[in-house]
């Protein structure tokens, strides 16, 4: 069914046709995998909404009988560093942490997304950032997951094509500050201009600094500190595509 999230008036009457829809059926898992992309103010509207709505839904759902998990959708932006974060970024971290207060919920991050093998003019392939993979991989490594929950877990879906660290140092300094100044003024409400001045302050970075703090590469140490704040019990790695919900490695938890 279809509902206008952001009407919150509508909500109890949505969650009764949710109850009706369902059933005799015991187990339910809500997937939020909803964002608005076409502005900053649409995409944390469109968050807010999908958080607000989920988290009531669980608790009416839970009240009247039913098993509910809760799988919620990012990418890695949830990880990066506080002065490296782009509005999306933040915004799904905030999310996060209100869903970690579940006692079922299995957090996802996805590695950038594309359509599918992009072609440029001719036989000239384009050029696609690493650790991607396209959105039909990562729809089936979410329904994997979704079929098997671990439960309080965070998962990371690695992607098919490994993660380049491009070092243009100070040469690049002006590409940041230039990325940063449109971000912060005119472009302030394009999610466009916020990941182009990320990229712009990571590519400044030499690269043995830059594969500790660049979250496209899903590095240890951020999961592991992301995982500790959020107090979920395992993180665990998957790989994009795959269609059942083994993990390939834990992110151990080290002293």
């Not at 997304?113 to 991989?137: K, Q």
Request: charged residues 20%; glycine residues 6%.
């Amino acid at each position: 069914m279809q509902a206008d999230l952001t009407a919150t008036a509508q909500r109890p009457q949505i969650q009764k046709r949710l109850c009706r829809l369902l059933g005799d059926e015991e187990e339910v898992v809500f997937a939020d995998l909803l964002l608005d992309r076409a502005s900053v103010t649409a995409m944390r509207r469109s968050i807010r909404a999908a958080t607000a709505f989920t988290l009531r839904a669980q608790h009416t759902l839970a009240t009247n009988g039913f098993t509910v998990r809760v799988l919620a959708a990012s990418t890695t932006a949830a990880l990066a560093p506080r002065t490296l974060q782009t509005p999306y970024g933040q915004a799904k971290r905030t999310q996060a942490f209100r869903y970690a207060r579940l006692g079922r919920i299995d957090l996802v991050l996805l590695p950038q997304l594309f359509e599918a093998e992009l072609r440029g003019v001719g036989n000239t392939t384009r050029t696609i950032i690493g650790n991607s993979c396209t959105y039909v991989a990562a729809a089936t490594s979410l329904a994997a997951i979704s079929q098997d929950p671990a439960g309080r877990s965070l998962w990371v879906v690695r992607g098919s094509y490994p993660h380049p660290y491009v070092q243009r140092g100070l040469a690049g300094l002006p590409t940041f500050l230039g990325a940063l100044a449109l971000s912060r003024t005119v472009s302030r409400n394009c999610p466009a201009a916020h990941r182009r001045a990320s990229h712009a302050g990571l590519a400044l970075l030499p690269p043995r600094i830059r594969v500790q703090i660049d979250h496209h590469g899903a590095p240890e140490r951020l999961v592991r500190g992301f995982a500790r704040r959020l107090g979920v019990s395992r993180s665990l790695i998957v790989t994009a595509g795959a269609q059942t919900a083994l993990p390939e490695e834990h992110y151990e938890e080290r002293p």
